[in-house]
């Protein structure tokens, strides 16, 4: 079973190397595969800036030393924002259906509350119906709808916006 953590600086390549894999096995990534041009150095100093902030994590789930996958929270950088935490989640799908998606959720809620933050958010693609199952486990709710709002495959794809308060 996969132990989460927090991320840390000197997990930048490994970081990096699993959301490129990650670019590569799904289509519900922000990135399509080859896409993403960051640098180690970059991924590092990112890493940094986050672990900087306290409305700001990077959780990762670890097996056999190995990245197989992570949950980000960033919250805003002004004060009428600084509350809201946007999610980005993404597992290696060899480890998905396995409890991991919700522990990640678990523990970034976890400490969301701890940090004193209000509001988590996401969006995932209306076609994602494993992804919007667990959100919807875990408590969040649709708030709209971004209609044609990605270019994927060769087609438009509409987005959900979901959130869940805290408190």
Sequence with gaps: ???LR???EEDAQQFLRLCRQLDEETHFMMFEPG???TTLAQ???RIRRVLAQANQTILVAEDAG???GYISGLGGDCRRNWKTVQIVIGILQSYSGQGIGKRMFQAIEEWAVT???HRLELTVMAHNQRGIALYQRMGFQVEGVKRDDLFVDGGF????MMAKLLD
Aim: charged content about 30%; proline content about 0%.
């Design 1 to 3: 079973m996969a132990d």
């Design 6 to 8: 927090t991320i840390r």
């Design 157 to 160: 794809v509409d987005q959900y």
């Design 43 to 45: 991924q590092r100093e």
């Design 115 to 117: 940090q004193g933050l």
């Design 66 to 68: 190995q990245l197989v």
């Design 35 to 37: 896409e993403r041009t």
